[in-house]
């Protein structure tokens, strides 16, 4: 049976497995890098603010600082009433009195930071979303599988940790609105992984806060209307929800219900494209491989027209029973944007495994130069706020119609 919300036929690709890191209390733990004294202590990092000053704002704090009231955005004026300074207050600091260190914010060495983590995550995958200085997305699916899920997150964690020096959370989901939910879910130094499964069991008693996208504001609108978890959205009306949030609505209608179809497309130019689907069980009848090879052939092709993509290499994938990998690829004299070579080609790559039971079948084009020669035209949906979500949306129609189209076998 099709899932809820998918049309038929879209159920088959696999589900992906998405990874989401945020860095914990983030420029406070850079500070920690080059001041290790400061673990464990209170720490506000102040935007605007100068040492022995009392103006500017928090940037951020430190989970030891968040105890007393400290937080983004409040004036340092206000941090210091609840947390006066620890180096001008020695007395107190000796009383055993809370006090916190402040620091200036030092944009350029949290970059630094921020380079060598992010270092780590494009070894990770090639499939990398950076949303900001702190945070990324991961689409792991090649790399590892549910079950074995969560030694993966950890394996992330440990690394930042050891090569970097800084804590991260880390959320593990089917999705990329999900991942975000999981790793703030257990924050600081968390690690949540969310099977495909356990997806709605898990999002249903959430507070409609936790949802990325509902800000203070959406959320009063959704209390007005009696929804108050994740799970009261998931059953509203869809049409109640897009009558107050418009089109937004109904993203956030289908993430209350598991349902995000965004792909993680590393920001700037990809290096290749790809798109692979399984069979529920391993089949050999050429005929249905032909047709499963066509619809991926067709939405790889459509994809790199979408983006202005040429390739220059068409290749595919075969994985036979138990889990055997085999991939073969073939290099054009030139690039081209050729949606019927990239079917012919694949299709003639896999005659050697023409018959032989198939678990999982992929085709991909590489070797990619962009006609237009600019970045622009790859859609930039950084899914930050309210308003970037509506990007998202468009994208997700796009992709929804071609994996629709694509995989529409009727099973
Ligand atoms: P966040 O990831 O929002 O916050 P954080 O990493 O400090 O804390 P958490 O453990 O909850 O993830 O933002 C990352 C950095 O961005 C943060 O360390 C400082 C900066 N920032 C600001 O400068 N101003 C702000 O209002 C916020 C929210 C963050
Ligand atoms: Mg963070």
Known sequence: ???EGRLPGAAKTDPAIVLHVDMDCFYASCERLREPELAGEPVVVGMGYEPGETIGAVATASYEAREYGVESAQPISEALDRLPRAETNPEAAAKGDPVAHYRSVDHDFYKSV???????????????????IDEAYLDVTDRTAWDVAEGFGRHVKQRIEREVG????????????????????????????????????????????????????????????GIETIGNLAEADLEDITDQFGERGRDLHFRARGIDEREVESRGRPKSLSRESSFGEPISDPERTRERIEALARAVATR?????ALYRTIGIKVIEPPFDLATREHSLGGPVDDPALV?????????????DPVRKLGVRVSNLSFADNEQAGLEDWSDVSETDIQDGETDTEIRGQASIESFNEGE
Request: a negative charge; proline letters at 9%; aromatic letters at 6%.
């Open 1 to 3: 049976m099709p899932r």
């Open 114 to 132: 921020a380079r060598d983590v992010k270092e780590i995550l494009y070894e990770l995958s090639e499939s990398v979303r950076e949303v900001s």
């Open 166 to 225: 800084v804590p991260a959370s880390v959320g593990v989901a089917p999705n990329m609105s999900a991942a975000k939910i999981a790793s703030d879910h257990d924050k600081p130094d968390g690690l949540t992984v969310i099977p495909p499964e356990e997806l709605r069991d898990f999002l249903d008693p959430l507070p409609i806060e936790d949802l990325h996208g509902v800000g203070p504001k959406s959320a009063s609108t959704f209390y007005d209307l």
């Open 304 to 308: 790199a027209t979408d983006k202005g």
């Open 343 to 355: 079917h012919e080609t694949a299709q003639s790559l896999f005659d050697e495994f023409e018959g």
